[in-house]
């Protein structure tokens, strides 16, 4: 463990007066209520949930469409969060991934739509990193085949696309609000969409779940408070040199708690849109700063340079020199990481139920991609030191 300023890979920090609020909301339902009218009104929707986790969000949105429908295949990025196919497993459909674009991070479009067969229940497009996934071009081929889009926003709350915020692009949209997210209470999902078919549906299920209990009430709250002390650079040193603590891994999912968001967690998010619109404006001066510097080498994906990325994908030679980048910041407290470790075909936990697909972009991804931290408590300092790193990749191209 070594005692330095050290930058966390992603933070949405939390204050004490939050936590009071937080305390607050489990004395009162108000919390709730009021979170989810404001959710409402934010994101101009008829319908919100709000769930336990993201994999709780989407998987209660899965079974929702499982029961509209005789169909059975669940088509998602072959480079995406483990927590998506964990949810599909849960809802027990079938996983079906495709193949990404190295420009853009996104679905490789030609190759998606010879995926589409009549089985084809829906497809789960991921503004990964923020960066919005082409759902207007998904919706051109899906018309009129009955293929629902659930948009994975968990990475992209507050972002805008053309006017239009993610998450309400598609059929329904899911956002995170775990450790880490562009705003957080410790863990949470929120299921947002403008169908009434799809909201009755949602909440056959949603109606029979109990808030999180008791324990989980008193787990968030002591968790809640070790990230108000130690999610700052001065102090992150601490847990980041706690092994067992696991902050860095990448995790599978088998079996997770699908339950309603607690009071205790609404009562934190009393000002997020104000925190939400202070944190993502930091995301994007920090997204400017590295993409200005890379972009002449072409190491970035194509993307608008405007985005609140919740970390900041650069693209490396191979995986030793990502290794040697991933050591010079693990060194120096500087929050470069690695994201996921493998693509989904690569998850040993369902190996034998993916290893039929052919997906090298997002193998290739796997190996080379590291992110650069955009969250609001880098200070200029910071940023020189990771200003040197960038040199480094630009001397190797």
């Avoid at 775990?178 to 957080?184: A, F, L, V």
Wanted: aromatic content about 12%.
């Amino acid at each position: 463990m070594k005692i330095q300023r050290t930058i966390p890979p992603s933070a949405a920090p939390i204050c004490l007066k939050d936590l009071l609020y937080g305390i607050h909301g489990i004395l009162s339902k108000d919390s709730i209520n009021k979170f989810e009218s404001e959710l409402r009104t934010y994101f101009e929707v008829k319908h919100v949930f709000l769930l336990s986790s993201g994999k709780a969000a989407l998987t209660l949105i899965l079974l929702a469409l499982k029961s509209l429908s005789n169909k059975n295949k669940v088509l998602i990025p072959a480079y995406t969060c483990y927590s998506v196919p964990s949810s599909i497993l849960k809802a027990n459909l079938n996983i079906h991934i495709s193949d990404v674009n190295p420009v853009t991070l996104d679905f490789n479009f030609d190759l998606l739509k010879k995926n589409i067969d009549n089985d084809t229940l829906c497809i789960v497009p991921s503004h990964l990193f923020g960066i919005p996934s082409n759902v207007s071009e998904l919706k051109s081929f899906c018309k009129d085949k009955g293929v629902f889009i659930v948009e994975d926003a968990a990475q992209a709350m507050g972002v805008s696309w053309n006017g239009n915020k993610l998450g309400t692009l598609g059929d329904v949209g899911f956002f995170s609000l775990g450790r880490g997210k562009n705003i957080t209470c410790s863990s949470g999902g929120i299921i947002i969409t403008n169908s009434d078919e799809i909201a009755n549906s949602i909440n056959k299920y949603y109606s029979t779940l109990n808030e999180e209990p008791g324990y989980e009430c008193i787990e968030t709250i002591l968790m809640v408070i070790f990230m108000i002390l130690f999610v700052y650079p001065v102090l992150y040193w601490f847990p980041a040199g706690l092994p067992f603590l696991e902050l860095s891994k990448t995790k599978f999912y088998r079996n997770f708690a699908i339950n309603k968001i607690n009071g205790f967690k609404a009562g934190l998010m009393w000002n997020w849109r104000k925190r939400l619109e202070q944190y993502n404006k930091s995301r994007v001066e920090n997204g400017k700063y590295y993409f200005n510097q890379l972009f002449l080498i072409g190491k970035t994906p194509k993307f608008d340079n405007n985005l609140p990325f919740l970390r900041f994908p650069v693209l490396l030679r191979d995986s030793e020199f990502k290794k040697k980048i991933c050591n010079i910041s693990k060194q120096r407290g500087l929050g470069i990481s690695p994201m996921y470790p493998t693509a989904i075909n690569g998850i040993k936990e369902i190996h034998k139920l993916v290893q039929n697909f052919n997906c090298p972009v997002a193998e290739k991804i796997a190996e080379t991609l590291v992110t650069f931290p955009t969250h609001s408590l880098i200070n200029e300092r910071d940023r020189k030191k990771l200003s040197a790193i960038l040199e480094i990749i630009k001397s190797i191209f």
